[in-house]
């Protein structure tokens, strides 16, 4: 019978050392419509989807969409309501395909120059690039993509169950105050906000957060 030693101790197997955690990067906020861009998007999507005719005629058939906004001055509210009444409850698929179509046809066009100068300057080891829009996050996201953003956050559009455009938001539309609640919940309680870009007061809260804010600092 093998005896066991008391003083002898069990060597652990060796393991490997894991990677080093990665350090967080700092945030590089900006709004897109007006900021980034030299345009409002959304407009310039229902315009192609539509034509400035089918906008016309969507509020004339519909004027509850604009007095409704004059009195309640809710943005979001207009924003779905005036989608949902110019497409219907489109399938999300169905929309995304035309929202491929408008931001291939538009391209690079929508942006200002001196404004992706300053979003390529802020393309650094240590910092993370963001755009912070009141537009729909689905309209949005294939032009942060086409720049390298490493997130987009915006106005989520509603859909039913079914997956069909719906003529509410889902949560708020992502102004003001709601840019700074979006950022949080997306990067937690120690977002660390290096800078912001803005031209609107719906920036006003994200400028005010950030360490270095910029108002409407682009022209061309």
């Not at 393991?15 to 980034?36: I, M, Q, S, Y």
């Not at 989608?83 to 929309?95: R, S, T, V």
Request: hydrophobic share 35%.
């Amino acid at each position: 019978m093998k005896v066991t030693n008391p003083l002898e101790r069990k060597r652990s197997p060796k393991t490997k050392p894991g990677p080093e955690p990665e350090a967080p990067r700092k945030v590089v906020a900006f709004d897109f419509d007006g900021t980034l861009t030299d345009r409002d998007s959304f407009v310039a999507f229902l315009d192609f989807a539509k034509g400035k005719a089918g906008m016309a005629k969507a509020f004339l058939t519909q004027p509850s969409l604009l007095t409704n906004y004059l009195v309640t001055k809710d943005r979001g509210a207009l924003k779905s309501g005036l989608l949902y009444k110019l497409l219907g409850p489109i399938p999300q698929n169905e929309l995304e395909i035309l929202i491929k179509a408008f931001s291939t046809t538009t391209g690079m066009g929508l942006f200002r120059m001196d404004a992706l100068d300053a979003w390529d300057r802020h393309n650094l080891p240590d910092r993370q690039r963001v755009i912070v829009t009141a537009s729909p996050q689905l309209l949005v996201a294939p032009f942060g993509r086409m720049i390298g953003a490493d997130r987009v956050i915006g106005t989520r559009l509603g859909f039913d169950a079914q997956g069909r455009l719906k003529p509410d938001l889902d949560g708020s539309n992502c102004r003001g105050e709601e840019k700074m609640r979006r950022l949080r919940e997306t990067y937690g309680e120690t977002l660390d906000l290096e800078a912001a870009y803005g031209d609107t007061a719906g920036d006003r809260e994200m400028l005010a957060a950030a360490r270095h804010g910029h108002y409407r600092v682009f022209k061309g």
